[in-house]
């Protein structure tokens, strides 16, 4: 089987093998044929010469006998010398026969010596015949005759029952002798028959075998190795020990080699789906037309569906605030109206299966092979509703202080220029509060860090529930506070709400079983009187403020360089101190 | 068959006149004891198809010389001519299965041969009949 291993020799083999049949089958019909060519010459060159020559002697002698007959009767001398003539033709028949037979060594030599003795008997009947029909044909008595003339007849009878007899003999032997071939030939046909059956049998098995073994099996395995690599395997024991020598070897080798190196080159649908469904972003294909082709698990993880519920549905199902593109001529020209689509790392809103929103960092691409136009497009977003609380905090970390949650100081500024550039627009007045605790250093040093934090986180709680919600409470550092009050309607507001103030210190705090007493010194300037911008404005309340902690603390200023008339002299009565800390 | 009745006819008054202008007789020795024979028995032995009598003798044929008398007998018992009968015994000589009967001159010849012979049976003219030998009836 090494050898043979093109398909051209695989195909020659069967071919031969066949041939090698038919010849096996013509030797033995030839062969047969020559076994019945040897008994037909047999048959012609002696059975039927036997039997032609007896039958023609016997005939010959008849006619002889005949002849003598006539001429004894008629007294025709004329047909006794025809008679005569006859002698030599039928002794040289006799000859004839003597000499077939002893060429025939098979046959009993007692045959043999009978046909001799048949001569003898012949030459002598001869003799005497040929000399008295004659005799008699001549018109001699025949009373005279009587005893020659009774030998000859039964020598006559004789050797005519002898001749009856061969040719019956050979005549038999000759029929017997075809009747034996032809039985010869039907069994011959027969064997013939059963063996060119056989022949073709094991011809068509080793044909079947061969072309099985060297064409179908190995074509077989290398289909299945073709289906499996197309249903994904990518080993294929069946082509392991296909031989490169082989035509088909060669074959199955070549796929063996292509998977391999189909394997190290390309990815397959399973390494795609994998990366496809196992990555952490979402990811969607949709159609031309924004119908959704396949989402992966962790898109459905995301948004709460099942793979069903989305695929086939537009993609504004999942993705708020969808636009079409700006091409709404009956979409003939889809690539713009898919470029519209496009976008990298935008900021999107996903919408869950319960209406949430989920913020996304959203990237479309187009989904194209090549050169094709494209077939769809591929979304790609990334759940950034971490970040979007990590921004959120930093920005509160920005604005606000940390510690007490009110706007920081430059928040407050911000605040305070708009709130004065609306009043300056409405026509209105507003109101600016800075605050500072009396002795907070001292309660700082003597109860300890924590302790003071808890008091300015209360002192911010206080604050903000005194004050209006329309107005600021900010911590502008340390121990200061401020406060705006826009849009104030009259100074009296002001005073109202710094005695609220005042009055809301008079509880302690309590902290880790300790009261923390307290209580703050308050500036108050106001828009447009004492200044016409934020800076002046925070200076001058500053300034009052220090004149409330110069008057003892506890206690609320106006700022005094125009100080309303109104108001002098009411405010600035000291209250008592009181006691800053009790144990 | 108008035909074969007229031939019937014909015979039926020829065979009269035949047997009235000259007829045979059947004689055999008197020492013979058989009075009547039968016409077939007669014709084989004639022929050589019979040749012995009931006692177990062999029959020797004495035949009268050509002449009405042996032409009528001839027609009558053999049915032949007398050349045919001839012919007839010249193929049975020839094939060897018979011998020729003798055949003797005349009347007297043959009398004189039956009266001698036993075992001899033969035929005269009715009118040379004697008792030298006897006379044997056809049935």
Redesign the interface.
């Known amino acids: 089987m090494r050898l043979i291993n093109t398909i051209r020799k695989k195909v020659w083999f069967c071919v031969n093998v066949a041939f090698l049949g038919f010849i096996v089958a013509t030797g033995f019909a030839l062969y047969s044929n020559y076994q019945q060519q040897i008994h037909l010459t047999h048959i012609r060159d002696f059975d039927f010469h036997l039997a032609m020559r007896s039958n023609e002697l016997l005939n010959l002698f008849v006619i002889q006998k005949n002849y003598?007959?006539e001429s004894?009767?008629f007294g025709s001398s004329d047909s006794a010398s025809r008679g005569n003539a006859l002698c030599e033709k039928i002794r040289t028949d006799i000859e004839a026969i003597i000499k077939i037979k002893r060429s025939l060594h098979r046959l009993p030599v007692d045959r043999v010596e009978s046909l001799g003795l048949l001569q003898k008997k012949y030459h002598e009947y001869v003799e005497q015949a040929t000399e008295l029909y004659p005799l008699l044909a001549q018109g001699n008595d025949?009373?005279d005759y009587?005893e020659a003339?009774?030998l000859?007849?039964?020598a006559?009878?004789e050797i005519q029952n002898d001749l009856e007899y061969f040719s019956g003999f050979y005549r038999q032997h000759f029929s017997n002798n075809v009747t034996t071939l032809m039985r010869m030939t039907n069994r011959n046909s027969a064997v013939l028959a059963v063996f060119f059956v056989l022949l073709l049998v094991t011809m068509s098995l080793v044909v079947n075998w061969a072309a099985k073994r060297t064409l179908i099996t190995p074509l077989t395995h290398i289909k299945e190795a073709v289906r499996a690599f197309g249903r994904g395997q990518r080993s294929f024991p069946a082509l392991e020990d296909m031989n490169d020598k082989d035509d088909i070897g060669e074959l199955g080798v070549a796929i063996r080699t292509m998977t391999k190196d189909l394997v190290n080159s390309t990815v397959s649908k399973a390494y795609v789906d994998s990366v496809f469904h196992n990555m952490n972003d979402s990811l969607i294909v949709t159609s031309n037309n924004f119908l959704i082709c396949s989402v992966n698990r962790a898109t459905l993880d995301l948004l709460g569906y099942k793979d069903d519920e989305l695929i086939g549905h537009h993609v504004n199902k999942v993705l708020s605030e969808f636009f079409c593109g700006g091409a709404e001529s009956e979409g003939d020209d889809i690539d713009a109206e898919l470029a519209f689509q496009l976008c990298s790392n935008a900021e999107k809103i996903f919408l869950t299966r319960d209406g949430y929103e989920i913020p996304m960092l959203l990237s479309v691409s187009l989904l194209n092979d090549g050169e094709n136009a494209a077939q769809g497009l591929v979304y790609v977003a990334k759940d950034i509703t971490e970040r979007k609380k990590a921004e959120q905090k930093l920005e509160q970390m920005a604005l606000y202080d940390f510690l007490t949650g009110l706007p920081n100081r430059m928040t407050f500024n911000d605040r305070l220029e708009q709130t004065l550039k609306q009043a300056h627009r409405k026509g209105q007045q507003a109101g600016l509060m800075f605050l500072d605790l009396d002795r907070f250093k001292e309660i700082n040093d003597t109860m300890g860090h924590d302790s003071g934090d808890a008091l300015l986180q209360n002192v911010a709680k206080w604050l903000s529930s005194c004050v209006r919600e329309s107005d600021t409470v900010a911590r502008l550092g340390g121990d200061e506070f401020a406060v705006i009050l826009a849009n104030l309607y009259e100074p009296q507001d002001v005073v109202n709400t710094a005695e609220r103030i005042l009055a809301a210190f008079v509880e302690p705090v309590i902290y880790e079983g300790k009261e923390i007493f307290s209580s703050l010194s308050i500036g108050i300037a106001l828009y447009p009187l004492d200044a016409r911008n934020s800076v002046d404005l925070l200076k001058n309340a500053d300034m009052a403020m220090y004149q409330a902690k110069q008057n003892g603390g506890n206690n609320y200023s106006f700022f005094s360089g125009k100080i309303n008339p109104r108001l002098t002299g009411s405010s600035n009565s000291p209250s008592e101190l009181s006691e800053v800390v009790k144990m | 068959m108008k035909l074969a009745k007229s031939f019937i006819v014909f015979f039926l008054l020829l065979l009269p006149v035949r047997m009235e202008a000259a007829d045979f007789v059947l004689v055999v020795n008197k020492k013979n004891p058989l009075e009547s024979m039968d016409r077939s028995d007669v014709k084989k032995i004639f022929l050589g198809k019979k040749t012995f009598w009931p006692d177990g003798q062999g029959i020797d044929v004495v035949l009268l010389a050509e002449g009405e008398v042996h032409q009528i007998f001839a027609y009558d018992i053999l049915n032949k001519s007398p050349r045919q009968l001839t012919l007839y015994w010249k193929q049975e000589l020839f094939s060897g299965t018979g011998v020729p009967p003798k055949q003797l001159p005349d009347n007297k010849s043959v009398k004189a041969a039956v009266a001698s012979n036993p075992q001899a049976i033969g035929y005269v003219d009715i009118l040379q009949f004697d008792e030298s030998v006897k006379k044997i009836k056809l049935d």
């Open positions: 003598y007959k004894f009767l025949p009373e009587i003339l009774q000859l007849a039964a006559q009878t």
